[in-house]
């Protein structure tokens, strides 16, 4: 086969260009890390009760000002455990007045999770060895779920809890 010198030219470019693609896309890919959105805050995935913020008693929400609250939640294969309620049940439902602002805290001890409160601009990956925070205005009343849309084994659609914001 017969080459045209401005096809070998070109061939030439196009390979180069697809390898100088690849480079960049494996150093950002690989050679850099993968992190979650917030980036950065480690912790101990076999011991996260180590953590204030993920010991029993201070999960599910609490309130640090007028309108400011502090939710912390532990994604497990598969649940989301917002702490216990006066009677010792699973919280499964988060109520927060409108207007309140929240900083969500997510960590998980097994797999990746995800943390989507549909219809909200809350979407976290979670996951193993860091925590994933958020915080946002919750300025639409309504009922929201917490939903896992990284697929974490079989009991991933089972995964949710519930927000409520009210007047
Ligand atoms: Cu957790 Cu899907």
Redesign the pocket.
């Known amino acids: 086969m017969h080459l045209h010198k401005y096809e070998k030219v070109w061939l030439i470019f196009g390979i180069g260009s697809l390898v100088v693609f690849l480079m960049v896309l494996g150093f950002g890919a690989f050679w850099q890390g993968t992190h979650p959105q917030s980036h950065g805050v480690t912790i101990d995935p076999e011991n996260i009760e180590a953590h204030e913020a993920f010991q029993q008693e201070n999960l599910g929400i609490t309130q640090v000002a007028d309108d400011k609250y502090i939710v912390n939640i532990v994604?497990?294969?598969?649940n989301y455990d917002l702490g216990l309620d006066e009677d010792g049940a699973q919280v499964r439902n988060l109520r927060i007045p409108k207007g309140s602002t929240v900083l969500f805290q997510v960590t998980?001890p097994d797999?990746?999770?995800?943390f989507n409160i549909a219809g909200t601009n809350v979407n976290m990956m979670?996951e193993p060895g860091y925590i994933s925070s958020l915080e946002t205005v919750m300025d639409k009343t309504g009922e929201y779920t917490i939903?896992?849309?990284?697929?974490?084994?079989l009991?991933?659609?089972l995964?949710f809890a519930t927000v409520e914001v009210y007047e």
Do not use: D, K, P
């Open positions: 994604a497990t294969a598969f998980t797999v990746v999770h995800g979670v939903v896992c849309n990284e697929y974490c084994g009991g991933h659609h995964m």
